[in-house]
């Protein structure tokens, strides 16, 4: 699995619907490259994160335009 392929897969990881082999080979790869891991923790800490703030919050009509993709820009934004 190249890193572009374990990228695509993080959603599905944090949601917990990556399935057998496919899971293995994405841990495997995350075992072996440090940049993938470090983006997946950044990414898992931002879906925590909106997920807690959505637990406190009362209607998406409220959420500025554009929250999403800026939201996706910081998930995906080059590590320093």
Do not use: Y
């Not at 917990?16 to 997946?40: A, F, G, Y």
């Amino acid at each position: 699995m190249n890193c572009q392929e374990c990228r695509d897969l993080f959603d599905d990881m944090l949601d917990r619907r990556i399935k057998e082999p496919l899971k293995r080979r994405m841990l495997n790869h995350l075992t072996n490259c440090s940049d993938c891991s470090v983006r997946l923790e950044r990414q898992r800490k931002a879906h925590a994160s909106l997920f807690r703030a959505l637990n406190h919050f009362d209607g998406i009509e409220h959420l500025s335009g554009g929250f999403a993709d800026r939201l996706v820009a910081e998930c995906h934004r080059p590590l320093p």
